[in-house]
T-cell receptor, first 114, second 112 residues
Framework: AQSVTQLDSQVPVFEEAPVELRCNYSSSVSVYLFWYVQYPNQGLQLLLKYLSGSTLVESINGFEAEFNKSQTSFHLRKPSVHISDTAEYFCAVTPMNRDDKIIFGKGTRLHILP | DGGITQSPKYLFRKEGQNVTLSCEQNLNHDAMYWYRQDPGQGLRLIYYSQIVNDFQKGDIAEGYSVSREKKESFPLTVTSAQKNPTAFYLC???????????FGPGTRLTVT
């Protein structure tokens, strides 16, 4: 079985400051890893994903995440946040042997302070 | 433009009534999913379908039913047996390695 833990339910951060949203997972098999973003009253959008290869993956809007197999983590970072980054962020994993299955964390709400 | 549509965006019903939520996709994806989202609980899988005329229960299927008569459509019925139906419902679809999911905009159901 797999599980995903997002350690912070809410993260307040000042505009233009850096941010890290933490994600740890547990799995007995290898997994694919995802970060999704949900803006208020909308569906989820894929932010970035790790399938294989370089452990550092980047999105088009300045976010990046690093897969750390030894620590079973996939933390999301941005060096300078904007007010438009206000949203809820979900970490998720899919076991490689069951790609019909995806397990979501409970989400981290990012509050950008002016 | 390809994508997933859900309708309506807001839905209000009286307790004891069945209600059907629509989900349509034109992405030619084989797999479709229904999730329920409650504050602080993330997303929980209700039902999923990997192919037309076939579907499986997810983690919280009790009180819900689905059908998959067409590849493009995967409607969800919330029945009167569902004890706490008020929630935000998200439909998704996927195809391909890595199982990236595409989500619809969601339907917020309020039952009073």
């Amino acid at each position: 079985a797999q599980s995903v833990t997002q350690l912070d339910s809410q993260v307040p951060v000042f505009e233009e400051a850096p941010v890290e949203l933490r994600c740890n997972y547990s799995s007995s098999v290898s997994v694919y890893l995802f970060w999704y973003v949900q803006y208020p009253n909308q569906g989820l959008q894929l932010l970035l994903k790790y399938l294989s290869g370089s452990t550092l993956v980047e999105s088009i809007n300045g976010f990046e995440a690093e897969f750390n197999k030894s620590q079973t983590s996939f933390h999301l970072r941005k060096p300078s946040v904007h007010i438009s980054d206000t949203a809820e962020y979900f970490c998720a994993v899919t076991p490689m042997n069951r790609d019909d299955k995806i397990i979501f964390g409970k989400g981290t709400r990012l509050h950008i302070l002016p | 433009d390809g994508g997933i549509t859900q309708s309506p965006k807001y839905l209000f019903r009286k307790e004891g009534q069945n209600v059907t939520l629509s989900c349509e996709q034109n992405l030619n994806h084989d797999a479709m999913y229904w999730y329920r989202q409650d504050p602080g609980q993330g997303l929980r899988l209700i039902y999923y379908s990997q192919i037309v005329n076939d579907f499986q229960k997810g983690d919280i299927a009790e009180g819900y039913s689905v059908s998959r008569e067409k590849k493009e459509s995967f409607p969800l019925t919330v029945t009167s047996a569902q004890k706490n139906p008020t929630a935000f419902y998200l439909c998704a679809s996927s195809m391909g390695t890595g199982n990236e999911k595409y989500f619809g905009p969601g339907t917020r159901l309020t039952v009073t």
